[in-house]
């Protein structure tokens, strides 16, 4: 069962109680190269990112939040990314950024947080409170010896009550570490304790297979608890790959199922056809599908039809032929060379898909 949080806004998107969890990127390129940031907004539109973060690190970036708010329409939340500088936050509300994302732990005192608070009140802007184990309070280090669940868990809790104090509660948490054990233990401290909605992520997670499989862990532990309001997959990888892996560990969980599912046989020494290629292919023909179905290739008999009947469509392999199928049924047979052009335009005609 999902945790029961608040439910906050961001621009025109709702966060938290039964809203969806929300896929999270961030800009990767330079913020005042005006032409890269456009061209990478467009990519996460396309890859479906539904809240795009920027880093905010001088003046000038800041005075591009109204152009790149723009770029990424209405229903696009931008977030102004903000470390150590409290004038760049303020500046950066009052260039209309939908959301500020701020660590107490480096800007280190209490006043200029206050005037964060305040000018965020103002303009009805969202704040995300950031809870990194690089950034943590001196005292609280000195009390745990160092960046322990316990301890981001503490300084967690103790900046929310800190804002809540003040009168402002249109905020979000993340409590990040790079490890998954360390991370996972103190969003549990945390959710037990709050009703605030959770930013979630294994933060420099890396890169390539092992920095998917530590966020995948991780992220995918939280969720299953129920725990989670928004999520990042926070790679060494282009932008609108942490997109896709994002809504893979959703849908793999059952929480959002947005694209086609490709299942396929481990193949073994009965395949009659190529089962990786075939598959890799048919998820590139799909990619800006928007619908989720169940999409099967079996390399032969065994695993055809009838180990696959669940499928909405499906190839199974022969030797020279391959049965198309849907749920179990079989709708034609086709030359193997021909097996993929004849799936993809039956789920076409079928589905009624016009790219």
Known sequence: MRRKTRTIKLGNLLI????????????KCYSEDVESVTKEIKRLKRAGCEIVRIAIPTDEAAELIPLYKKECGEKIPLVADIHFSYK??????????DGIRINPGNINNKSWIREIIKTASIYHTC???????????????AKYGGPTPEALAESALYWTSFFLDEGFDNIKMSIKASDVDTTVRAYRIYAEKTDIPLHIGITEA????????????????????GIGDTV??????????EVEVCYEILQALGIRKTFPEIISCPTCGRKKIDVIKLARTVKKNLKQFRKYLKIAI??????????AKEADYGIAGGKTSSLIFSKGKILKKVPNEKAIDELIKTIKEVEQWEE
């Open 298 to 307: 079996m390399g032969c008999e065994v695993n055809g039809p009838g180990e």
């Open 127 to 141: 704040i995300r409170i950031g809870i990194n184990a690089g950034s943590l309070e001196k005292r609280i280090l």
């Open 16 to 27: 938290g109680g039964n809203n969806p969890i929300w896929v999270q990127s961030m800009i």
């Open 88 to 97: 760049l936050a303020l500046k950066s509300i009052e260039k209309g950024a």
């Open 206 to 225: 890396g890169f390539d297979t092992y920095g998917i499989i530590k966020s995948s862990i991780g992220i995918g532990l939280l969720l299953y608890e």
């Open 232 to 241: 990042r997959v926070s790679l060494s990888e282009p932008s609108n790959r």
